[in-house]
């Protein structure tokens, strides 16, 4: 709560002097990856993390997501410090938090569209996975392809069962990776259309690591990253 009395919310992720470094080979030095990064994001935010290949961009994402841990630093998600959790808490915090989109879709080949958007609601201990599942996918239009597996599907129909796996639990915070990578430019455009409106309706966190400086303006700021360092960019003045 400020002086004025009023309450203002907690972000949903806070960044404190975070860093990575790993040994060189041969064990002489250390090599430092990430570099005192530190930033939050509130509520309903949108934010691109732009930069070069080798930036680090990736990096900060795994530690964002707790999939790593930093050299030094803190990540608090809700307010919950990831890094003072056992990898089993961890994993909680993401299933109760936290959606992902991957450049590489990350669905599981033997389990069909529907089961693959049902994963993450069962393992929640939701009792209606199924009802849940078949209404995501048919908001990303994929209603009649609930029981194919991902090899029978498209590159953009599988970003959009992906979409669907994110969304489906009502995650507060989506982490998306290059979530055009894969796609070409027409298919690329429509997801990332699809992403931005669900995203909107959802009124979910969006942190999303990309090169694209055309997709990244869609966000409402943008972070740059510089050999991992971390330089704060001018607000875009087109919304998400």
Known sequence: MDRSGIEIPLPVIE?????????LAGGEGRLDILSDIAFSVGPGESVAIVGASGSGKSTLLGLLAGLDVPSTGAVRILG???????EDARAALRGEAVGFVFQSFQLLPA??????VMLPLEL?????????????LERVGLGGRTGHYPKHLSGGEQQRVALARAFAPNPRLLLADEPTGNLDAATGAAVIELMFALNREAGTTLILVTHDEALASRCGRKLRMQAGHLEEGAASLAGA
Do not use: I
């Open 15 to 23: 960044v404190e002097a975070l860093s990575k470094s790993v040994p």
């Open 80 to 86: 919950k410090d990831l890094f003072a959790l056992d």
């Open 111 to 116: 389990l069909t569209a529907l089961e693959n």
């Open 124 to 136: 929640a201990g939701q009792n209606d996975a199924r009802e849940v599942a078949q209404q995501w």
